[in-house]
C-alpha cells in the first residue's frame, strides 16, 4: 500500500509495517508501511525544494489555496468524521465537531496572519526600526491520537499560510485521519512538496526530528513523544 506522501507522489513505505485497528471491535482500517530514515530524508529535500516558490507567492494566492482545503474539508466532512471515530472510538457527534473546528481554523487564522504581521516602522533614536516578517521555513508537524484532525491542522495552516512547507507525522494509532486530510489539500490545489506526509511509529519520528534540513518542530503530546 502507498503509505506515504513525498514531492506529490504516493509511496509505499519502506519501513516497518502496521495496521490502524477500530479500538471498540477491532476491525482493521487501514495497512501500511512507515517511512525510512532514507524516506524521511527525500520528504525533507522535497520540502527544501518545494519552500521558496511557495514562500515567493503573494499571500492572497496561499489564502486561496487554504479557502479551497476549507471547502474540501466541508465536501468530505462526513467521510472524515467518520473516520475520525472509527479509528479513535470517539462517538460521530464528536468527531463532526472536530472536523468543523478544522474548517473553521481557516479563517481564524488568516484572520490572525492579518492582525499580528505585515512590516511595521518606527523612530529609533536617529535610526528607523522596521519589523518584517517571513516564513521559517522546512518544518515537521508530529500530531496526536486524541485529536487526529484538529490539533495537526492546527499547526499546519499557519505554517502553510505563513509560507512555509511541511513535514506531516501523524500518531501510527490514526493514519487514516491523516490520509484523508492530505489528500484534501490535494485536492485543493497544493503544490506538490509544500506538504508531505510520513507514516510510521517512533522511529519515523526520531529520524525526522533528528534530521538536520528541518528548521522548525511543532507536536502535541507527552514527554515521550
Not at 98 to 111: D, G, P
Amino acid at each position: 500500500m502507498n503509505s506515504l506522501y513525498i514531492a506529490g507522489e504516493w509511496l509505499a513505505g519502506q519501513g516497518e509495517a502496521f495496521q490502524s485497528l477500530n479500538p471498540v471491535t477491532q476491525q482493521v482500517l487501514w495497512a501500511g508501511a512507515g517511512a525510512t530514515t532514507a524516506q524521511v530524508e527525500s520528504a525533507v529535500q522535497a520540502a527544501r525544494q518545494a519552500f521558496p516558490s511557495w514562500a515567493r507567492r503573494t499571500l492572497e494566492e496561499r489564502i486561496t489555496v487554504l479557502e479551497a482545503f476549507a471547502a474540501t474539508l466541508k465536501n468530505h466532512a462526513d467521510e472524515l468524521a467518520r473516520t475520525i471515530g472509527e479509528e479513535t472510538g470517539k462517538p460521530l457527534w464528536e468527531a463532526a465537531t472536530e472536523v468543523t473546528s478544522m474548517i473553521n481554523k481557516i479563517a481564524i487564522s488568516v484572520q490572525s496572519y492579518r492582525e499580528r504581521t505585515g512590516e511595521k516602522s518606527g523612530p529609533l533614536g536617529d535610526a528607523t526600526a522596521v519589523l518584517r516578517h517571513k516564513p521559517h521555513g522546512v518544518v515537521a508537524v508530529f500530531g496526536p491520537y486524541n485529536f487526529p484532525g484538529h490539533l495537526p491542522n492546527g499547526h499546519i495552516v499557519p505554517a502553510l499560510l505563513a509560507g512555509n512547507s511541511v513535514l506531516f507525522k501523524p500518531s501510527e494509532l490514526t493514519p487514516k485521519v491523516a490520509e484523508l486530510t492530505v489528500k484534501c489539500w490535494i485536492e485543493a490545489g497544493l503544490p506538490a512538496g509544500v506538504l508531505n506526509l510520513l507514516q510510521g511509529a517512533r522511529e519515523t519520528g526520531i529520524a525526522l526530528a533528528a534530521n538536520p534540513g528541518i528548521d522548525g518542530l511543532f507536536f502535541t503530546g507527552s514527554s515521550r513523544t
